[in-house]
């Protein structure tokens, strides 16, 4: 249950994810535990209250199917089987026997009727000393909170998709599969309790221009639904009560970032290229087909890393081929000549189904191309969508997460056996088609000459690279202050890739979150990283500062960096390279005298 909390304004301070002030109520939703209502029923109110209950039962059974279902098509019938585990639950008759005979005999209202008997079962599994017996109990607490939802009629994820008014979400935490469900009319910002900067919640809220913070600890019990509250998406606070002076110094604040937009605005059609005459690829990043306006937009040159995953997390079903082809042909013709860069499916980590089964070390586990390749079927069939998409446009194709020179080859022998299909059966595709593989783990960028026998091109995905040099969880805000790209031990990395891929004439791009801060790209431009891919809303600021530095002066910087032990001292040494030629861009956020 939510704590009282004073009248008045509260501040509450996190990680800024995503810029842009925004106030409207607040909709607090998927509350880890619900406040359940106890109460004793009436007696002609029981049959109400059985059927009810048979009705919860009904709907939890048909959404675990829906996302059993989901699950089964993309990621194989083993992991599906994980929910007949929960489907037996409902099915438990000595359970539900007792929750029926304390509605019908002790006139208890359904809601604290279920989570009494559930409860009671699930400590009893958990108290036996026996893995399978704890497994069950997850799984009951698992099922119990569903119906337990239905009961309620609690605002699930489901309801981001289907708001009337405008509001600010509060959660305890916000998946990049509730992210895909949100309808950005309606949510105009969100705040929760963990993640961190480069979750793909975070990127997903950037990409969407909802200004958004995290790490906001306990937020979500300290906040109610309907509650007014502001989000302040540069500085990282949500304000509870703003008053109207905040809310008047907030107003100017986002005067100024409107004007500085506009002016950012008359670079679209210009290249971005350096004072000294250093020419980069400056592309966007993209979920699917619906963001290339924004690309447009924002003046970009084509998509440098397109989450294909994303088409998988947004729909009831995932994509077919031809659903798939037809989402990647769409993004090549609307941004051809410029390239497409189509990565193949990066499931995993922190981006599951609702309801998937979350392994103990995620981010460690069955990710990315690991699933790709052994699922070689569904692997052939994006593929296939890729290559067919790449004869309407100037597509490339990447792998994300590889590791060892292996993966790398069985990808291609099976992306081979593609070609041939699709040569044999005559249908039409770009034989030239460039294939790179994603730098995102160490053991790939310490054998990056070897890989760079095998692919065209690099692209750093600094988010994994960084997570997985140092060891920090990209979604941990406890230990976000030490996710540093610019730690020394990562801008090593980055450079043994380009001296790699530049030895045998290829090339190297950059997608993480690095690549779109002005902080940190003089890094990448001394390091000479050839392009820079970032979501369209950070593209206008990127270019602008790329066409006020020199090159000369990032290749100082990063000689410079290279003898340094600290990532806060380069950063702030890049941080102010930066600031000295295009101050606009870091212009104070925070209302002067806000505490
Ligand atoms: C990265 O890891 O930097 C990257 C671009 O991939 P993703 O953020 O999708 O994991
Ligand atoms: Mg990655």
Redesign the pocket.
Known sequence: MPEREPAGERIYRGIALAGGVVHARVLRIGQGTPEIPDRTLVPDETEGELRRFQQALVDTRHQIQEVQRRVAVAMGAHEAGIFDAHLLVLEDVALLDQVKALIRDHHVNAEAAFHRVAGKYASALDAVDDEYLRERAADLRDVSSRVLNHLLGLAGESELSRLREPVVVVAHDITPSMTALIDRTKVLGFATDVGGR?S?TA?MARKLRIPAVAGLVDVSRRVQTGDYALVDGHGGALIVNPTDATLFQYGQIRERHAALEHRLGDLRDQAAVTLDGTRLILASNIEEPGDIPAVRASGSEGVG?F?TEFLFLSRAMPPDEEQQFEAYREVAAACAPAPVIIRTL?LGGDKLFPGQHVEANPFLGWRAIRISLSQPAQFSLQLRAILRASAHGCVKLMYPMISSVEELITANQILQSCRDELTAAGIPFDPKMEVGAMI?IPSAALIATALAAHVQFFSL?????TQYTLAVDRMNERVAHLHSSTHPAVLRLIQMTVDAAHARGGWVGV??EMAGDPATIPLLVGLGVDELSATPAVIPAAKFLLRRMKTSEARDLVKRAMECGSADEILRQSQDLARSVAPELFEGSRPAGLK
């Open positions: 480069t793909h990127i890393l989450r990066d995102e995905g600094t988010n994994d690279l997608c993480g």
